[in-house]
């Protein structure tokens, strides 16, 4: 049974998790997406997620809140002016977990992991598949 286990460990001791972590969200807020493997994808789900949702409001204290897990300025940064307008109006639900298949050397399953807001492709597609659901003129 899981009782009462909410951390994924990843097999690091608790600093090298952090840190790990720490560096990994600030890559996402760099890039929008990147990949790792499926179980680093969710431990960095479960970690970005409460800073997300706490740029929503900019104050000092959730920057100095957010400074504190990030241990980077430019992160930080990143997250309260790009990420956090973007964001805004969202209840919830910031990034996507895409699974990719196994990694070739040691047959890891890998995951892209990104963020819902920022990429172009998906909102696209949604959009013009609106369009052609709806057809105009059918009898030629």
Known sequence: MRH???????G???AHRKAMLA??????FEHKRITTTSTKAKALKIFVEPLITK??????????LCFGK?????GVQI????????VADRPGGYTR????????GDNASMAMIELVDFNTIYNSVSSNETKVSTPESTSE
């Open 23 to 28: 560096n990994m969200a600030v890559s996402l």
């Open 4 to 10: 009462g286990k909410k951390i994924i460990k990843l």
């Open 12 to 14: 690091r001791k608790s």
């Open 70 to 74: 990030l241990r980077n300025k430019l």
């Open 55 to 64: 740029s929503k409001n900019d104050s000092v204290h959730n920057r100095r």
């Open 97 to 104: 977990i895409i699974k990719l298949g196994n990694r070739m």
């Open 79 to 86: 997250l309260f002016d790009e990420i956090s307008k973007k």
